[in-house]
């Protein structure tokens, strides 16, 4: 039996216009067993049908032996968010869904930008005949699947920053004139679980933040970096070392992006992994790079580079590289097997290798990679760079500002690195709100 039931008295029947309780109504789907008694039931009413029957309305369900929550919000979307809110908190994930045939083509509608696959629907449809109720269920001429789009879309918008305003932080060594940058930290979004929260920037289907929610918090942080409406390209990730040169064909999987286009802002993710940027003033060339511990060995930064020189004739002497938020050598730890790999590559970047599970510090092996390909030292800003305003921090280490796998588990947030070339004459705008100038931050 399902965890939790949710009723849709919406594009259904709604009790108080039928002679049915709700256990009649219920139970001839999902018959009351001692187990199932402490399912939780939500009722999808919405504030119309609750407005439409009065008391009448509320009194139907008094006498219920089930747990019974109410969702009487102004719109369908927030009911099912709220709803969304209080499954987690419960940490529930299996739902039945008690529908009418239009209701479940329209539930489905909502399902997919509000949840991801980490919870289980299953419908049960109802289609005796007058089923839906005309005085609770508004009638629409319009397109469902935009009009549910944008009846998300508006809800989330309004909904309030969590944990402060959205802030980034930027590196000096790449030209403000030139480009648009920045990394992302975890403050200003809507996510509320609290690993995700707030701005976390990625939806997958093992996490319980969905596409909607993620693109409000994208939404949110462009319109603070100056780069909205364009949406973030953010690299396909697979742990590897192969570069899409924008243009070509887009692969499955890769870990880095290059390309000298204007009006296309390019991201890479990083929640201890490193969010890697590239730049070339001189050739107006950029890349953007996601390089985790199994990245950093099979060399995704100067294969960056290299697809950099070849596709778009940068010289190695003019290309700029800010490795971005990530976790310290103080916080991460691999098998002695895997850290001598990096032990192979300079031995401070493994400063204990007797160790069982030595420390390894994936960020100075990136730039002695990166410095053995040709790129100047100057021209790398990580952590061991300390006359310019830090943007390599230890994401382990500050909970307030960054996400972190190694810290939080699977169910981790996501921060970005993003670049975007800016159109000629066009200086890049201000934010609309705080920048972080990052010196407050240790490594």
């Known amino acids: 039996m399902f965890e939790v039931l ?7 029947r709604c009790p108080a216009c039928s002679s049915k309780s709700l256990d009649q109504l219920v139970a001839n789907v999902f018959p009351l067993t001692d187990k199932d008694a402490d399912t939780h039931i939500f009722l999808l009413c919405g504030q119309r049908c609750q407005q439409a029957n009065g008391s009448g309305f509320s009194n139907a369900f008094r006498n219920s032996r089930r747990r019974v929550h109410i969702l009487d919000f ?5 009911c099912l968010y709220r709803f969304k809110q209080t499954v987690d908190e419960l940490d529930l994930s299996s739902v039945g869904v008690l529908t009418s045939p239009q209701g479940r083509e329209v539930l489905l509608l909502y399902q997919k930008p509000l949840f991801t696959p980490v919870y289980s629907f299953e419908y049960v449809v109802k289609s005796e005949d007058g089923l839906t109720c005309p005085s609770c269920s508004p009638a629409h001429t319009d397109s469902p699947g935009e009009r549910v789009d944008e009846e998300v879309r508006a809800f989330l918008q309004q909904l309030p920053a969590l944990k402060g305003d959205v802030a980034v932080l930027k590196s000096t060594l790449i030209p403000a004139d030139c480009f648009g940058h920045g990394f992302s930290t975890r403050t200003g979004g809507v996510s509320y679980i609290p ?12 996490r319980r933040d969905p596409r909607a929610v993620v693109a409000e918090n994208s939404r949110r942080l462009a319109l603070h970096a100056g780069f909205h409406p364009q949406p973030l390209r953010l690299v396909k990730v697979n742990h590897a070392s192969d570069v899409w040169v924008m243009g070509k064909a887009e692969p499955e999987s890769y870990d880095a992006v290059v390309t000298d286009r204007t009006g296309v802002v390019i991201a890479a993710p990083g929640a201890d992994c490193m969010p890697v940027l590239f730049a070339d003033p001189v050739s107006k060339v950029i890349g953007a790079a996601h390089a985790g511990w199994r990245g950093t060995l099979m060399g995704v930064a100067m294969a960056t580079v290299g697809a950099m020189v070849r596709e778009f004739g940068c010289q190695v002497s003019d290309i700029v590289v800010a490795i971005g938020p990530s976790v310290g050598a103080c916080c991460f730890t691999l098998e002695r097997e895997q850290a001598l790999e990096f032990h ?5 970047c493994v400063p204990d290798p007797h160790s069982p599970k030595p420390h390894v510090n994936i960020r100075l092996a990136t730039r002695i990679l990166l410095q053995k390909g040709g790129i100047l030292p100057e021209h790398i800003h990580d952590d061991t760079v300390t006359d310019k305003p830090c943007v390599t921090p230890c994401t382990s280490c500050h909970p307030e500002a960054f996400f972190s796998h190694v810290r939080d588990g699977p169910n981790f947030g996501t921060q970005v690195g993003f670049l975007w070339i800016e159109e000629t004459g066009e200086p890049g705008r201000p934010s609309a ?5 990052s010196g407050q931050y240790g490594p």
């Open 433 to 437: 709100g705080k920048t972080v100038w």
């Open 195 to 206: 690993t995700l929260s707030s701005l976390n920037l990625f939806s997958s289907c093992r």
């Open 344 to 348: 192979y590559i300079h031995p401070d």
């Open 6 to 12: 949710l009723v849709d008295l919406i594009h259904g």
């Open 74 to 78: 102004r719109t369908v979307a927030e």
